[in-house]
C-alpha cells in the first residue's frame, strides 16, 4: 500500500512543537489495530530552503531530509510558524514553493503563524483561518478578506486547514487523519501519544469506550 506522503516545511527560527508535533503524529499512524513499519499509513519528510541544518526556536538543530528543490512528491504539506515567520515573509524562494505545492498538493496545511505564509500567497482569501492567539489581530488586519477565528484550534476549509498555535497542529494533524481513515484511527494515533485532552468531533474522551 502506498504511505501518504507528507512534507513539512522548517527554517530559521521555526517554532519546534508546529512542526515535531504534526510530524509525531504522522510517523506513528497505523492503519486501524496494527502497529509496525509495514502498517505505516504515512511516510514524513522535513523539508527546508536547504539541505543545510536549520537552527529552530531556542537552538534546536535539526537536518532536514530534503530541500524545497529536491524531495519526493507530496501529498500533504505542512508549514509551521514561529519567529522565523516574518524572515520568511519576504523570501520568495520560499514563498513561490508553497504556492507551487498549493496548485498540486491534496491538503496544504499550517501551525501558528504558518497561515500567514499562505495568506500572503493569496491562498486564504475569502476563506476561514486560525493562527496562534498572539497574532490573531495582526492576521486580521493584514489581511481583511480572511474571516479569522479565534475560538478554534483549527479550521477546515477542505483543501487547506490551518491551525492555532504550538500544540494545536498535534490536534489539526489528528484531524487530517481522522477524515482520511477514520476517527478510529484517529483515536488509536492520540491514545499512543498519550494525548487525553483530544477528541474527534462529537466522540468520547480517549479513557471512555468507543465504537467508532
Known sequence: MRRTQVGI???????????CGPFEVFSITTSEGQAGDDAQLYEVHVIAETGDIVRCRNGLRVQPHYSIDQHPDLDIVVVPGGRGTRRELSNPHVLAWIKAQSEHVALMTSVCTGSFLLATNGMLDGKSATTHWASIDWLRETFP??????????????????SAGVSAGIDMALHVI???????????SARHMEYDGWTWPGTKSLREPSHD
Do not use: K, N, W
Not at 10 to 19: A, G, T, Y
Not at 178 to 188: N, T
Open 9 to 19: 516545511l522548517i527554517f530559521e527560527d521555526v517554532e519546534v512543537l508546529d512542526f
Open 145 to 162: 478578506s480572511i474571516t479569522v477565528r479565534d475560538d478554534q484550534r483549527y479550521v477546515d476549509e477542505g483543501r487547506i486547514i490551518t
Open 178 to 188: 481522522g477524515r482520511m481513515h477514520g476517527p478510529a484511527v484517529a483515536r488509536q
